[in-house]
């Protein structure tokens, strides 16, 4: 079996669990101290598709704002963004939306966008309806997966989904057209610095 | 004191020893056994209680002796058989043999027991005294015989009997008799020396040998008055046993001793003797005799005997052979009760501990105390001989009966811990016991109070007065043993009660009696009716068993039976000598008077002459004429002679009345000079008063001014003289226990130093026993790990690699912590083995954990010492504030801080760069702190989300109660106030959280972390965009392929962009992506010097990995593999020299340059990028516009 390197990156909002995702993804273990992101962090995992390997190369990038501007860095090149939100913090789901936007804005063309509602274990306190969101991934034609880290609920499915999602290698130009196409890809030029 | 080899010491031992030669004639005084009975029982107790069970070999040897003694029909072998060898034995054996030289004993013993003994009076001392002293001569006697007849027998025997087995029954006897304390042993040397000159100078007087017998020391051999037969022979016999053989041909004594033997038989049946063993009377006094009491007899009986027979028997370790047996019975306070109870110590070599039993004779101790880890003292305000043993789990309180023993004790203890020690540990090590003037003297050992003898000596305490309440099994146990001890044994102990006369039934039995059978004298002298010391009777009276005490009045009984003859006898002659006096005396005046009727006769008979001649001459006149003329004549010179008769008696009378007057001028003189005398002494006193007064006076010279006027005052006076008196007697035992402190604390030092010595040794080695190990063990971890990953391997290879790597992580835990920390945490509370979130990193995890140690072992010696005590010596006598930039520093700071120092020096470094800061704002973080109280900062969400995900891995952070949680809180919200620009940005946890592990400090880590973000790292560093964390990355990248052009064609072939790992290197400082001792190092230096050491560290961990990185052809690979190689560095001594050596030169002017340099190119291309942003922005708005207007349209095309 052929083996394919995807660099996923996971952005979102400081706190909706991305690292705990790829935690609970590549070693299926959960911490509720795990350690903030800083800059980023570099996972592997490898899964099964279909006749393929996909090794996913994770980069799990940090929260805060002001990180911001380092992002580009990290989903340069990237197969797929998974944008994680909190759906007990509306705001993360507006953050969520702005990263959106900048991949739109930035990202690769092809990116395969998966959006992902984090810490679906606390349902009771939710603040961003799934409904909401679902229709709001629709609408960018994203996967939109609702997981729980803590609870090893959907963290493999998501990544199948991707995994599903990526074109095969032979006809990536035409499974690219089923793909959320960004409309807009950014000079490359103007990205020399990181 | 003596050799240890009998042969070279006999000459030495002689000196001590000899007195105990002074020999009288044989058999001529009563019973002088004291000692011996005394001596047997100790001897029996002894046996007990060191061997429950008798050797066979012993009885064996009893039997055979019976035997002999039958044949011989000897029964004084035994006794000498006994005797004989205990004189080589202490010889050789007893190296504190001279310490117990009897005049010191003596004296020391008197002034005690007379203190004590106030009920014995003089008189009974004296006899007891002599007693003893006579005693003496008639074992000397016995003994030679004895051994000659062992010699013959032993070597014909074929020496079934090992020799312990004689010495058992004979060695104890003398010496552990407590009321022996005079008593002389028979010193081979001393008797070989005496040997001619018995027979040279027989017959000499008593007097000299009680004399030598008081004092031991006073060697006087040419007293010896010579025995007879036997005791030649005995003499011949002492002989060390391996010359025996030879001797026995050779001497002639041995004949005679054999032709000797019929002589004694009546020995045997005289029964009182055997009985009466215990009681010694005797009767000449000497001089010296007063001095001795009973009591203080008692110590002289030597342990060293004992300890030779001790060693004999048992096979004590060579150490113990030169010592008399440390044991004696003290008090032990114990119990809830807190109550003295007697106990009987023992000190143990091998294990160096004193185990104490109920008696002597117990088997199970009821406890013991560990001395290696002890120390002594005694308290002054307590009783006397009150005494600490403290053990690191508890106190003992014991007493001795008096200060001396008690300080005999400690003393002892002390040097039996000491020697423990050397030979325990450093066998080789000498025994410097330096007595110097501030410790005590080497005490010598109170006799009989101490070691095997004193066994005997109980203090008269009911059977079971000192039962131990606390435990009653040990007691139980005790008791049974005692009871099952074979008949044999107890007959052996209990020998004397054999009545006298029955045949004998066991050797044992047969020895005894004929032991005791030479003591009887075959003529009683006239001596003095003695008395059994009372001090006697209650020191053997107390510890025995019931049995023991039957057997003891059963004796009692038969002596005093047995002494009553001698008493009359004693008390005849002194009548006798009176009467003939008196009968003297009047004789004498009868012959007195006769010679006055003679002068009056003869007087009578002139005057008959003369009248004679007047009558023959008047006869012869011729006529009557003639005859009245005769007659006139007569008459007028009759008249003539009344006159001058009548003036004479004039005279006489005259003469009476002066001498009446001068009688009465005489006694008015008399009366004057009496009244002179008296006057005088009233004189004297108050001249004597006055000078004490002045003596006073002159010492206190408060009471200068009151002694004048002393009548009112010399009570007061006499009041304080009392005081000072007690004052001095204070001041006397303080100074003892301060020497005696003094040398425990000499002591407890040496043995510290001694210790600690060990301890780094073992340290040491044992530090770098592990290094090797660690080592072996990663490069094992290493191996299973290739193997894992080779491919070659069939399935069962896999399995059991897979195996033996899961064995290797079970044990992670504990082969690498158990020397450092149990928790596994390291001194600043971070895991010795980091966590990888991988399963497959934990074999690489446990393998660099195992090397990182190794190389810190084996750093510790070569490396780390010589930095500390670099740093100590910089850092000696300067105040914090006195620290100084300099060269040195630098250098010390790039060698890192040492662990006890570092908290300093960080702290010293954030003050020196926030001065002007501090200066500005005096109490700056208080109102920071006060302030976040007050209103809640913008950041605090994003810091409380943070705070509890610090430094997860280490201790102090590990738990969400943890103090440092809630001082780092107040510093983050302190810093987000106090750095509005900045506020909070993720990673300032971090910084925060090392600084305040170190600083230990809440203000110190604030302004650590203040002097962190706004004076050593450039602007910019954590505001919006992380601009200058950005530019420090494009700047590394630059170094890197300057410093490192290889790895940096490398990644750039692999399109590998480092930044995205070192980015977060940068912004924490390394905190989390470098092990903790590396991590700290590097802060040292980056504190002082600033961002150049990140870049140089940054380098310095690639060059370190260089070859690795280089290995790796797969982008990925090389992603992963720079995820978490800074955490597979172990050697940092390494990487800190590259650091600072091979990345030279290194001008902070270049990154300076560069810095700027790229600061303005990312400056631009972000502008660029926000205008691409904008112009984004409105194409899309305007595009979205157009999908509108196109479905519209589309909408429209379907409409
Ligand atoms: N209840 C719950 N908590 C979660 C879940 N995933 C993450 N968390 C918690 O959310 C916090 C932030 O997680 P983290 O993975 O660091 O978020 P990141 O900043 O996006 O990487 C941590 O305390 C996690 O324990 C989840 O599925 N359920
Ligand atoms: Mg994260």
């Known amino acids: 079996m052929a083996i394919r390197e995807l660099k996923v990156c996971l952005l979102g909002d400081t706190g909706v669990g991305k690292s705990s995702i790829v935690c609970r993804f590549v070693q299926d273990h959960f911490d509720h101290n795990i350690s903030p992101t800083i800059g980023a962090s570099f996972l592997t995992k490898t899964v099964p598709c279909g006749n393929e390997l996909h090794k996913f190369l994770i980069w799990d990038t940090a929260g805060q704002e002001r990180f911001h501007s380092l992002a580009p860095m990290y989903y340069r090149g990237s197969a797929a963004a998974v944008i994680v939100y909190d759906i007990t913090k509306l705001d993360s789901f507006q953050t969520l939306k702005k990263w959106v936007k900048e991949l739109k804005e930035h990202g690769p063309e092809d990116i395969v966008v998966a959006i992902a509602g984090n810490k679906n274990d606390l349902g009771d306190i939710r603040e961003v309806p799934m409904k909401e969101a679902k229709e709001f991934a629709e609408s960018i034609a994203a996967i939109f997966i609702e997981t729980s880290a803590r609870n090893a609920v959907n963290v493999e499915e998501l990544f199948q989904k991707i995994s599903k999602q990526i074109p095969p290698l032979e006809n990536a130009e035409v499974d690219s057209n089923e793909s959320f196409k960004l409309t807009r890809q950014p000079a490359p030029s103007v990205r020399r610095c990181c | ?1199």
């Open chain 2, 1 to 1199: 004191m003596d050799g240890s080899s009998s042969a070279g010491n006999t000459s030495s031992a002689s000196s001590g020893l000899l007195p105990t030669h002074s020999d009288k004639e044989v058999g001529q005084h009563g019973p002088e056994s004291v000692s011996l009975s005394g001596s047997q029982n100790d001897q029996s107790l002894a046996e007990n209680q060191q061997f429950p069970m008798k050797s066979p070999a012993g009885i064996q040897r009893t039997e055979e002796e019976k035997l002999n003694l039958n044949k011989n029909t000897n029964h004084r072998d035994p006794l000498t058989d006994k005797r004989k060898p205990s004189p080589r034995h202490e010889s050789k054996l007893d190296p504190l043999k001279p310490v117990l030289l009897p005049s010191e004993q003596q004296l020391g013993n008197t002034a005690r027991t007379e203190k004590q003994n106030t009920l014995t009076n003089n008189l009974k001392t004296e006899h007891l005294s002599s007693s003893i002293h006579e005693a003496n001569p008639d074992k000397t006697k016995l003994d030679p015989l004895p051994k000659q007849q062992q010699k013959a027998e032993d070597p014909s025997k074929g020496s079934l009997l090992p020799k312990e087995a004689h010495d058992s029954n004979k060695l104890k006897p003398e010496q552990l008799s407590p009321t022996k304390p005079g008593q002389p042993k028979p010193d081979p040397l001393c008797t070989e020396q005496k040997k001619p000159k018995h027979e040279h100078h027989p017959g000499q007087s008593e007097e000299h040998q009680t004399q030598r017998g008081l004092c031991p020391t006073n060697q006087k051999r040419d007293e010896e008055p010579p025995p007879s037969m036997k005791d030649l022979t005995v003499l011949g016999s002492i002989f060390s046993k391996q010359n025996q053989k030879e001797q026995n041909q050779l001497d002639p004594a041995l004949e005679k001793f054999t032709l000797s033997t019929p002589e004694r038989p009546q020995d045997h049946q005289d029964p009182p003797h055997l009985n009466t063993q215990q009681t010694p009377h005797h009767p000449p006094k000497h001089q010296l005799n007063h001095q001795i009491h009973p009591s203080t007899m008692a110590p002289p009986a030597p342990p060293p005997t004992i300890e030779v027979f001790c060693d004999q028997v048992w096979p004590f370790p060579p150490g113990s052979s030169g010592e008399p047996k440390l044991c004696g019975f003290l008090m032990k306070q114990g119990g809830p009760l807190k109550a003295w109870k007697q106990r009987w110590f023992t000190y143990e070599e091998n294990k160096n501990q004193l185990f104490y039993y109920r008696t002597p004779q117990d088997v199970t101790p009821l406890g013991w105390l560990e001395l290696s880890g002890a120390t002594f003292t005694y308290p002054l305000r307590a009783e006397r001989g009150t005494f600490h043993i403290r053990t690191p789990e508890r106190t003992f309180i014991l007493k001795a009966v008096t200060q001396e023993l008690m300080l005999y004790w400690l003393q002892q203890l002390q040097v039996k811990r000491w020697q423990h020690r050397q030979t325990s540990t450093c066998p080789d090590s000498t025994n410097s016991s330096s007595n110097t003037e501030d410790f005590l003297p080497v005490l010598k050992s109170p006799l009989g109070l101490v070691g095997e003898g004193a066994a005997s000596v109980s203090l008269s305490q009911t059977l079971f007065a000192n039962v131990s309440i606390k435990h009653p099994l040990i007691e139980l146990q005790n008791s049974l043993h005692s009871r099952k001890r074979p008949s044999q044994e107890c007959q052996s102990v209990f020998h004397l009660e054999v009545p006298h006369g029955t045949p004998p039934k066991s050797g044992q039995t047969n020895n005894t009696s004929t032991l005791r059978t030479p003591i009887e004298p075959p003529t009683p002298s006239t001596p003095p009716p003695s008395a059994t010391p009372a001090g006697q009777v209650t020191q053997t009276g107390g510890r025995e068993s019931p049995s023991l005490l039957d057997s003891w009045s059963r004796k009692t009984k038969i002596r005093s039976s047995f002494t009553m003859p001698v008493l009359r006898d004693d008390s005849a002659s002194c009548e006798r000598t009176s009467r003939l006096q008196q009968e003297k005396q009047m004789l004498m005046e009868e012959v007195k008077a006769q010679k006055e009727l003679v002068w009056i006769l003869h007087k009578a008979l002139e005057a008959a002459q003369l009248e004679k001649r007047t009558c023959a001459e008047f006869l012869a006149e011729k006529g009557e004429q003639e005859r009245l003329e005769l007659l006139r004549h007569r008459e007028r010179q009759a008249v003539d002679l009344r006159g001058r008769l009548e003036k004479a008696e004039a005279e006489v009378e005259a003469l009476r009345g002066s001498v009446a007057q001068r009688d009465a001028q005489l006694s008015e003189l008399q009366e004057k000079v009496t009244k002179m005398i008296e006057k005088n002494n009233a004189k004297q006193e108050v001249i004597i008063k006055l000078s004490d007064q002045v003596s006073a006076t002159m010492s206190d010279p408060r009471q200068s001014g009151s002694s004048s006027s002393s009548g009112l005052n010399s009570q007061t006076f006499r009041q304080f003289q009392q005081e000072i008196e007690n004052l001095k007697d204070d001041i006397e035992a303080y100074n003892t226990q301060n020497k005696f402190l003094n040398s425990e604390i000499h002591q407890l030092t040496k043995l510290w130093r001694n210790s600690s010595e060990q301890e780094k040794n073992l340290m040491e080695k044992c530090a770098y026993l592990e290094a090797t190990h660690c080592q072996v063990e990663s490069r094992y971890l290493g191996v299973l790990r290739k193997l894992q990953e080779t491919k070659s391997l069939d399935t069962a290879q896999r399995d059991a690699v897979q195996k033996l790597i899961e064995d290797a992580l079970k044990g992670e835990l504990k082969s690498v912590m158990r020397v450092n920390t149990t928790s596994g945490h390291d001194e600043y509370g971070f895991k010795i083995i980091p966590d990888y979130e991988v399963e497959d990193m934990k074999l690489l995890a446990k393998i660099q954990a195992l090397e990182i140690r190794s190389h810190n072992l084996l750093h510790q010696e070569g490396v780390e010492r010589p930095l500390l005590s670099r740093w100590a010596q910089y850092l000696a006598g300067r105040s914090d504030d006195a620290l100084f930039a300099s060269p040195e520093l630098k250098a010390l700071l790039r060698a890192s801080v040492p662990q006890e120092y570092r908290q300093r020096v960080w702290r010293w470094t954030v003050r020196a760069r926030t001065r002007t800061i501090r200066e500005r704002h005096p109490q700056r973080y208080q109102q920071l702190s006060e302030k976040t109280r007050k209103s809640p900062h913008p950041a605090s969400r994003q810091i409380e989300l943070d705070l509890h995900r610090t430094l997860t891995t280490n201790q102090h952070f590990s738990s969400p109660s943890c103090p440092a949680l809630q001082q780092l809180r107040r510093i983050l919200l302190a810093f987000s106030w106090h750095s509005p620009g900045i506020g909070y940005c993720q990673g300032l946890n971090r910084l925060a959280a090392i600084a305040l592990l170190i600083l230990q400090s809440e203000e110190d880590a604030f302004w650590c972390l203040v002097a962190v973000v706004e004076t050593i790292m450039p602007q910019d560093y954590y505001t919006k965009n992380l601009l200058a964390s950005q530019v420090d990355q494009r700047v590394l990248k630059d170094f890197l392929a300057e410093k490192l052009p290889r790895l940096a064609a490398h990644f750039e072939n692999h399109n590998i962009d480092v930044s995205l790992i070192t980015f977060n290197w940068f912004l924490v400082v390394f905190v989390e992506s470098l092990p903790s001792d590396i991590l700290l190092p590097l802060w040292d230096a980056f504190l002082y010097e600033g961002t150049k050491v990140m870049f140089r560290y940054a380098l310095a961990l690639f060059k370190y990995k260089e070859e690795d990185f280089l290995k790796i052809h797969s982008s990925v690979e090389i992603y992963q593999y720079l995820r978490f190689f800074t955490k597979t560095v172990t050697d940092s001594r390494k990487l800190t020299n590259i650091a600072f050596c091979d990345m030279n030169p290194f001008p902070g002017r270049l990154i300076k340059n560069r810095r700027t340099f790229h600061l303005e190119r990312l400056q631009a291309e972000l502008r660029e990028l926000e205008e691409q942003q904008k112009e984004f922005v409105t194409e899309s708005v305007q595009r979205k516009d157009k999908e509108l207007d196109g479905m519209v349209s589309e909408d429209d095309d379907d409409l």
